[in-house]
């Protein structure tokens, strides 16, 4: 049987599940699918015997293509493209985003026990130096299917030079989905998969140091287990890039922006770094993280502060600023404990940070990140009212006053 317009019904196997180097008529198909490249889908007489989506005579008499029927199209001659005269370019289960870290790890320096990390190479290699860094978070950006496709025919040269596979599969799968909704999904897939950081909280890098840096700070977020607030040192040159990074999520969907994956350090599971699923932990970081950028831009001094919730912010920002409208003050700290949920909380801890910056006032970001995952979390119904009263005393508690200056 085969693919009969959109549906996976049938149990034939696509080409590059079947496909065996060296057979008879390998070195012939291949030619022929890579003849497909600057071709519409359907335009290949040699091609068609190797599609297993078929188009219906509907179809064919009325000139369409279905999105099923054009990713496989594009599949097929990425799938040429990567595979050579020897090995397997299909491999199920590796994501494009695996592959992907794979290529970049091929180049990263061993420590003393004979590992290899992403934290070995340096942000700045693995999202701007580093092509298959660079092709990745092009390809998460495409604007259509064919700025796709384009993005990928590089990446798989390099993977195919660097003898790696891909699952051709879920390739495909995600080609015929980039059209329509479910394109964040596989972008955030792709992130997860490349980051790495499936049950753990796994050391990350921080952008490199060049050789003018060696007596200077750890550049950017120093390497270890914290998120990336409680490493940021902006003493460093690589500090304002990357907090214009973090920035770049304001307002996006978490693991949508390839500038933030490798500050990611919330916990994933492995179905949700091959399905692409969003988690409440990752939400929530990415959107502190957002914050956080927007918070200390322009500022030399931290403005990650333990300890300091909302409410002691508020507090301290009617203190320090004699012209503050302790009404309205309070009328928008009202709002903010009120949140229904932690897409509203998130809102209005954005309103707040812009409040805060020109006194200078910071907040625990990490109590921030862990509000934002308990605010509506379903197991846990009281935590809400339990953070709520703690913000709210911590803002009628009156500031400690200065002792008398001898």
Not at 258 to 285: C, D, I, M, N, T
Request: net charge positive; hydrophobic share 40%.
């Amino acid at each position: 049987m085969t693919l009969s317009g959109t549906s996976r019904a049938a149990l034939q196997p696509f080409f590059w599940e079947e496909f065996v180097p060296g057979q008879p008529y390998a070195g012939r198909d291949l030619a022929a699918l890579r003849g497909g490249w600057e071709h519409e889908p359907g335009t290949v007489a040699a091609m068609r015997s190797l599609h297993r989506v078929r188009r219906t005579d509907s179809d064919r008499a009325q000139g369409q293509v279905t999105a099923s029927f054009a990713a496989e199209h594009t599949a097929l001659v990425l799938f040429a493209v990567h595979q050579g005269a020897t090995g397997r370019a299909h491999q199920q289960h590796i994501g494009l985003g695996t592959a992907c870290r794979r290529l970049v790890l091929a180049g990263a320096v061993p420590d003393a026990g004979g590992r290899r990390d992403l934290s070995d190479v340096g942000l700045e290699r693995l999202l701007a130096g580093a092509a298959a860094g660079r092709r990745l978070a092009n390809a998460a950006t495409a604007e259509d299917v064919d700025e796709l496709a384009h993005h990928l025919r590089a990446l798989v040269g390099l993977l195919r030079q660097a003898g790696i596979g891909l699952d051709y599969t879920r390739l495909f799968h995600d080609l015929r989905s980039w059209p329509g909704p479910r394109r964040g999904r596989t972008v955030r897939a792709w992130g997860l998969q490349y980051a790495d950081r499936v049950g753990t909280r796994a050391p990350g890098p921080g952008p490199s140091v060049g050789a003018a840096d060696r007596t200077a700070p750890a550049a950017g977020p120093r390497p270890g287990d914290g998120p990336f607030w409680e490493r940021y040192d902006a003493r460093v040159q690589a500090a304002g890039g990357a907090l214009a990074a973090l920035r770049s999520g304001v307002s996006r969907e978490a693991g949508a922006v390839p500038a933030l994956w490798l500050h990611y350090r919330a916990k994933v599971s492995a179905v949700q770094q091959q399905e692409g699923f969003l988690g409440r932990e990752l939400a929530a970081e990415h959107a502190a993280l957002a914050l956080f950028g927007m918070h200390q831009q322009g500022r030399v001094e931290p403005m990650h502060v333990k300890g300091r919730s909302p409410g002691s912010a508020c507090r301290l920002l009617l203190a320090r600023d004699p012209k503050a409208d302790r009404i309205a003050v309070e009328r928008f700290f009202g709002v903010l404990v009120t949140s229904v949920d932690a897409g509203e909380l998130a809102h209005h801890l954005g309103a707040l940070v812009r409040r805060l910056r020109q006194p200078g006032i910071g907040l625990d970001y990490t109590g921030l990140a862990q509000a934002l995952v308990d605010w509506d979390h379903p197991w846990r119904p009281d935590e809400q009212s339990r953070i709520r009263a703690r913000w709210d005393h911590d803002f009628r508690v009156p500031l400690p006053v200065p002792s008398a200056q001898p």
